[in-house]
């Protein structure tokens, strides 16, 4: 197909210029093309997901590095320390040598301890036999009964069977 006169010479005045892809880096693709180009969203080093999302964990930076290594979830952390065959992984970053602060909170010797744990138990079985008898003095006596003869249990060795309302030999 023949092209008109005026194409020719305007194809030959202006010559196309090479112009490179441009090559964007992870944060540069998760910022919104009408961002500010300046502000890094933070990123986690590990897994590269933002703590945007409501299922997300929380970005935190836990040494001293800086700029794309900076914020990490502390799950993927925990899953590093754990895996890595580096044994100073576990108590220090890999980039920068800091040494990870590592505590314990208060309240996890007391959770360990034996008389703690039977307290809380002891209590919780306070509080739902609380919670049974406020349900059966406003649910009246017939109810009761009726939860009553429920959970009544005779031994099959004093005639009772599993279910006797079931086979017929209930009240």
């Given at each position: ?7 020719e ?6 010559p196309?210029?090479y ?5 964007r ?20 080093r ?13 970005l ?14 502390v ?7 754990a ?11 890999d ?7 590592l ?8 959770c ?23 349900i ?11 939860l ?5 249990w ?18």
């Amino acid at each position: 197909m023949p092209l008109a006169p005026g194409a020719e010479r305007a194809t030959a005045a202006a010559p196309r210029e090479y112009t490179p892809p441009v090559v964007r880096t992870p944060q540069q693709q998760h910022q919104g093309s009408g961002g500010d180009e300046g502000e890094d969203v933070p990123t986690c080093r590990i897994c590269h997901g933002t703590d945007s999302g409501p299922d997300e964990e929380r970005l935190f930076s836990p040494c001293l590095c800086r700029g794309s290594m900076r914020f990490v979830h502390v799950g993927c952390l925990n899953r590093w320390r754990a895996m890595s065959t580096n044994p100073r992984s576990f108590y220090a970053c890999d980039a920068c040598q800091f040494q990870y602060s590592l505590r314990r909170t208060r309240l996890a010797s007391y959770c360990e301890a034996y008389g703690v744990l039977e307290a809380a138990t002891a209590l919780v079985g306070l509080v739902l036999v609380a919670a049974g008898g406020v349900i059966s003095f406003l649910s009246g006596w017939r109810v009761t009964t009726m939860l009553y003869d429920l959970c009544q249990w005779t031994p099959p060795w004093h005639g009772g069977g599993s279910l006797p309302w079931f086979a017929g030999g209930g009240q």
